[in-house]
């Protein structure tokens, strides 16, 4: 079996519940890339990357579809199910940029379950769940709002919240967080997300003024070398997400005991296969994580529920998944959906996820 064509289709996935703002971006939609791989036999595979705006990471939406331009050509007439060959072949022709060769690595997994006959949760490792526990990020905004959105999330059923903070004073963050904990108090499980925007001063001044509280600072400050100054002194857990942009940065990270849990995404590791070993690693050390993607539809979120599945009770902090912001499917039968705050594994072989060629559109660049 040949790869035969590769088939790149760019998606406007419109935020429905408003701006999702974070401490770098206020976004009212985002920009998905989806490749659909062909093989010589017909056989149909599909990967996703979807950055959130060009400012988050060094990664944008533009830069995946370039980057596939650079790395596809090359891929026709490889072997879709030798995942090391695919890796040896995109990091030949294109240094960097995880997150569009995860696109390729997603679809190599899609790809194995079909001709397999299996789930991508079960090539993984096997499911411990058939429905995975997800959680739901609350953007930033003033603290009686988030506080609303939290209790009103709470009932839903997600048993993990998310709180986006900074890009604006610390006081505004520590009245945030108090807020949300009177009102949901310990029936969810709270997380404070800075995405990079704390200096030092400002984490542990919140810790400090927090202390009774018990929530996870998640990605407090912008490099590894910050946290790792002021961890001795903070009073809470801390994550780590965009810090960990290669396994390596994993390693270094748990070999240092710099944090007590991740935020894995999947394009930023690199696809499913790197997510796999990730995972692996947190087992052996009992660390907790997340299995998610910055963004996307029901491609990226089949992927990430595929492989929050495989995470034992007590080391899995949920999937999150965009759907509740953007209300899209490109699967008409088998969409990928939050439920009481859980997600239900996808039916049928691979990802389990169809998409249609009316919601595909017609392709940006095709090879082969």
Same mark, same amino acid.
């Given at each position: 079996m040949k790869i035969a064509e590769l088939h790149v289709h760019r998606i406007d996935l419109r935020i429905r519940t408003g701006s999702y703002v974070m401490s770098g971006a206020s976004l009212e939609a985002v920009d998905s890339t989806v490749v659909e791989l062909?093989?010589?036999?017909? #056989?149909?595979?599909?990967?996703?990357?979807c950055p959130v705006g060009?400012?988050?990471?060094?990664?944008?939406? #533009?830069?995946a579809r370039a980057a596939l331009a650079e790395m596809a050509p090359h891929l026709i007439g490889e072997d879709p199910l030798n995942a090391n060959a695919l890796h040896r072949n995109m990091n030949a022709h294109l240094n960097g940029h995880n997150y569009a060769k995860a696109v390729v690595d997603m679809a190599?997994?899609? #790809?194995?379950?079909?001709?397999?006959?299996a789930r991508v949760c079960d090539l993984l490792g096997g499911a411990v769940f058939e429905e995975v526990p997800s959680y739901y990020a609350i953007s930033v905004g003033e603290p009686d709002e988030v506080a609303r959105l939290a209790l009103e999330k709470s009932r839903q059923g997600f048993p993990r919240l998310q709180l986006k903070v900074g890009g604006r004073t610390i006081d505004a963050d520590i009245a945030t967080i108090r807020k949300v904990w009177e009102t949901v108090g310990r029936t969810v499980r709270l997380v404070a997300d800075a995405n990079r925007s704390w200096t030092t001063r400002d984490a542990l001044h919140l810790s400090k003024s927090c202390a009774d509280i018990p929530v996870v600072l998640e990605q407090p400050c912008n490099?590894?070398?910050?946290?790792?100054r002021i961890r001795p002194q903070l009073e809470h857990p801390v994550y780590l997400d965009e810090s960990t942009e290669s396994l390596g940065d994993v390693l270094?990270?748990?070999?240092?005991? #710099?944090?007590?849990?991740?935020g894995f995404k999947v394009g930023r590791l690199g696809g499913l296969s790197h997510l796999r070993?990730?995972?692996?690693?947190?087992?052996?050390?009992?660390l907790p994580h997340t299995c998610d993607d910055s963004f996307g539809g029901d491609i990226t979120a089949a992927a990430c529920v595929h492989a929050g599945a495989t995470v034992e009770a007590h080391l899995n902090e949920g999937v999150w998944i965009s759907q509740p912001y953007t209300g899209v499917h490109y699967d008409p039968e088998g969409g990928i959906e939050v439920s009481n705050g859980r997600i239900s594994l996808p039916r049928g072989p691979g990802l389990?996820?169809?998409?249609?060629?009316?919601?595909?559109?017609?392709?940006?660049?095709?090879?082969?």
């Open positions: 062909i093989t010589d036999t017909g #056989l149909k595979a599909y990967g996703e990357t060009p400012t988050y990471q060094p990664e944008h939406a #533009l830069g190599h997994w899609d #790809l194995m379950g079909k001709v397999h006959g490099t590894m070398t910050e946290i790792a270094n990270a748990v070999g240092s005991g #710099l944090c007590d849990g991740f070993t990730a995972r692996d690693i947190c087992r052996v050390w009992s389990g996820v169809t998409p249609s060629p009316e919601r595909l559109g017609p392709p940006v660049a095709s090879y082969g």
